[in-house]
């Protein structure tokens, strides 16, 4: 999404940038910054990167009802058919909300991004890019568990090489993410643990904004689990 930065926003860093150095107020500003240009230009019909953004790094900063208030709101702007662009296929505010809810214990986000899953999952032609993220989200609808995840990539993306492609990597890191998620739903913080290091680094994270999220809370998690 690089090329959806507007360069008439001098002064600023790139939000991904910033993030991968770990400096999340100037991600935080750069984001809004950003949402405010897009809406600015495109009306109605704006993309869901820079809200979702702005929504992990109020997480970031701790702020969790905040950015599932954010997230929320980015959902019902999905469901409205207001994202006309999208690195996720418009999926991204129902999984990172399905993710708080499962942090915060909250039946009624679970629902809500749920509510999203179904829209999305029951088109008749669904969003370009949106394969991978229907898979992240049938797995937390417990439709596919993690292995069944990962097999249906490799059966749609065959690879002929003796190691995984980068992108089959990317995705099975997304899908470990999302399996701890469900493991922490159902209070297996343990499994939440083994799966989400097993996860590794991302050489670039600049808006996969799941991963800030796991560096975030991965330690607290191990220090709880101590």
């Not at 405010?36 to 230009?41: A, E, N, V």
Request: one cysteine or more.
């Amino acid at each position: 999404m690089s090329q959806l930065f507007p360069p008439e926003i001098s002064g600023l860093p790139h939000p991904g940038a910033a993030l991968r150095m770990g400096d999340v107020r100037a991600a935080l500003q750069a984001f809004s910054a950003c949402e405010m240009f897009d809406y600015t230009q495109h009306g109605r019909c704006h993309s869901d990167v820079w809200i979702c953004g702005f929504a992990t790094c109020l997480w970031l900063l701790d702020d969790r009802t905040g950015a599932a208030e954010t997230w929320s709101r980015a959902c019902d702007e999905s469901l409205d058919g207001k994202f006309s662009y999208s690195n996720s296929g418009t999926y991204g505010p129902g999984l990172l909300l399905w993710f708080a809810s499962a942090w915060l214990d909250d039946e009624g986000m679970r629902e809500h991004a749920n509510r999203l899953f179904t829209k999305l999952l029951n088109k008749n032609r669904p969003v370009m890019g949106a394969d991978d993220p229907a898979r992240l989200a049938r797995m937390l609808r417990k439709e596919m568990d993690l292995e069944e995840a990962l097999e249906d990539y490799r059966a749609a993306n065959p690879h002929g090489g003796k190691t995984p492609s980068p992108l089959y990597v990317d995705f099975e890191a997304k899908a470990l993410f999302y399996a701890g998620v469900v493991a922490y739903g159902d209070s297996q913080k343990d499994l939440t643990l083994q799966m989400w290091r097993r996860a590794g680094v991302m050489e670039d994270s600049s808006l996969s904004f799941w991963y800030h999220i796991m560096k975030h809370e991965l330690p607290r998690l191990e220090k709880r689990e101590s």
